[in-house]
């Protein structure tokens, strides 16, 4: 009966002419097929995002360094977070503007207009002659780009009810693949003029600006995004959306209603909403852990021996990070499925928390081997603390949405976006900060150099591990 009901509703949909919104849902409704096109489109916009955010890591060590700000080389990794933590703290300002314009004035405006602010700002970054230029431009490209909201919000729209978990799948594979090529592309074409110079003269722009190679590059394929986005079908419907007429609709709504019974409405305030509320909050606290973590590591992985680090080049971060993103991106398409599915996301975020802490005990004393067991050893404790990051990550994913009617996802994951963002922008400068301050005490009788800093990651993943039980987590049951 309720199908019967909710196939007389979806017939009594009236398209009106001239509305976006109307013309996609009827194209929709003709699809046949695997959505390749939306696909592709959902995939390039995300990576156009993520590039900017995961390619300084490799670098951003040196990009200090030579800005020569640091009075010693203890505070390299201060300024670092700062950089690092602009661009977050810029996105958590603007996350909710960026969705209520999108909700006004349409996805497709927003999506190419962040997409030129990644060419124009991440650009002048690669071009930072100073510590301030640095900072002001991330901290602009982060006010000002605002779609990745607006991307998952459409992802929502363009498929049809059948695709829409591949939809948004593509998401987060797309952020995978950024996840590999953006270190990959800042650890190989940073300081150019000295890997390569047989090609790029130390007297060229990419020998003045060491830098800007790997930003031109990001640039260049977001300047692709940006045209090729003006001819992206729009998604936002533009007029009343009251349905006529009004009282064969309440009819057929209120004989659903009573046959769901205790359906939650979609009215209901997100605040008050606790399962949710307790997801994001623990979603915040993984996230400012893991932030603090990628800050962290490339710190720790390019820092001298002397300090307690790996004396790594830009080259060998940009080559374990690859190799961890390869792993992860494995990792997320077929074995996560396959284990939440009998386990369950909420076993598994709790798991991969217990497994994390006695991992980043581990790295302090990594650090002491040299040679392939160095190579074996960090490959596979960056592959395997990333993966365990991403199964807790997209396990409190899943419980928010869960958590709220269909009508309200957009709206908490707004929510969540905000927050989150918050926290990630702590994250780095936090990071920075912790690992400057544990340079300085290598000494200490108590957990001297970088094992206080491991050891601060774990009693935050302890935290966040300890919030997963009842009674401060609740899972919203199905009726």
């Not at 199908?3 to 002419?17: P, R």
């Not at 003709?30 to 670098?59: D, E, N």
């Not at 720790?300 to 004396?311: D, E, H, I, N, Y």
Request: aromatic share 12%.
């Amino acid at each position: 009966m309720a199908e019967e009901l909710e196939t007389l509703l979806i017939n009594k949909k009236e398209y009106y002419e001239n509305c976006p919104g109307c013309k996609m849902d009827r194209k929709k409704e003709a699809q046949t097929g695997l959505p390749i096109k939306g696909l592709i489109t959902v995939w390039v916009v995300i990576l156009s995002a993520v590039l900017p955010i995961s390619s300084l890591f490799p670098y951003l060590y040196f990009m200090i360094r030579d800005f020569h700000i640091a009075k010693r080389e203890e505070d390299i990794s201060t300024y670092a977070g700062y950089v690092g933590a602009a661009y977050m703290l810029g996105r958590a300002l603007t996350s909710v503007f960026w969705g209520a314009v999108a909700d006004r004035y349409g996805r497709r405006p927003v999506i190419i207009f962040g997409t030129f602010v990644v060419v124009i700002f991440n650009t002048l970054f690669g071009l930072s002659v100073n510590f301030r230029m640095a900072v002001i431009t991330r901290l602009l490209l982060g006010l000002l780009n605002g779609l990745i909201g607006p991307i998952r919000a459409y992802a929502a729209e363009i498929f049809r009810p059948e695709y829409q978990a591949l939809g948004m799948s593509t998401i987060s594979s797309a952020w995978g693949i950024g996840l590999i090529i953006g270190p990959a592309l800042g650890g190989f074409l940073a300081q150019p003029a000295e890997k390569y110079p047989a090609v790029f003269s130390k007297d060229s722009i990419f020998g003045r600006f060491p830098y800007f190679l790997p930003s031109l590059c990001i640039s260049v394929f977001s300047l692709v995004v940006g045209i090729a986005s003006f001819w992206m079908p729009e998604t936002l419907h533009n007029h009343d959306s009251r349905m006529p007429p009004q009282s064969s609709y309440k009819a057929l709504e209120a004989a659903s209603d009573t046959k769901e019974g205790n359906e939650s409405t979609p009215t209901q305030s997100l605040l008050k909403n606790w399962p949710l509320m307790s997801s994001i909050i623990i979603y915040c606290i993984f996230a400012l852990h893991d932030m603090a973590y990628s800050e962290i590591f490339s710190l720790w992985a390019v820092t001298p021996r002397k300090f307690g680090g790996l004396s790594y080049s830009t080259v060998d971060v940009g080559e374990v990070l690859s190799i961890s993103g390869c792993g992860l991106l494995f990792f997320q398409l077929t074995l996560y499925p396959l284990v939440e599915k009998y386990v369950g996301p909420i076993a598994i975020a709790r798991v991969a928390g217990v497994l994390s802490i006695p991992l980043l005990a581990c790295y302090p004393y990594i650090a002491m081997l040299s040679g392939t067991a160095l190579t074996v050893a960090i490959n596979f404790a960056s592959l395997l603390k990333n993966a365990l990051s991403i199964s807790i990550i997209t396990g409190l994913f899943i419980l928010q949405n869960k958590a709220v009617d269909q009508r309200q996802r957009a709206a908490a994951n707004g929510l969540a976006m905000t927050s989150m963002s918050f926290f990630k922008a702590i994250g780095p400068a936090g990071g920075g900060l912790l690992f400057s301050w544990a340079q300085k005490r290598l000494d200490a009788s108590i957990l001297p150099g970088s094992q206080v800093v491991f050891f601060v990651l774990n009693v935050i993943e302890a935290i966040g591990v300890l919030l997963t039980f009842k009674p401060f987590l609740v899972e919203t049951q199905k009726t």
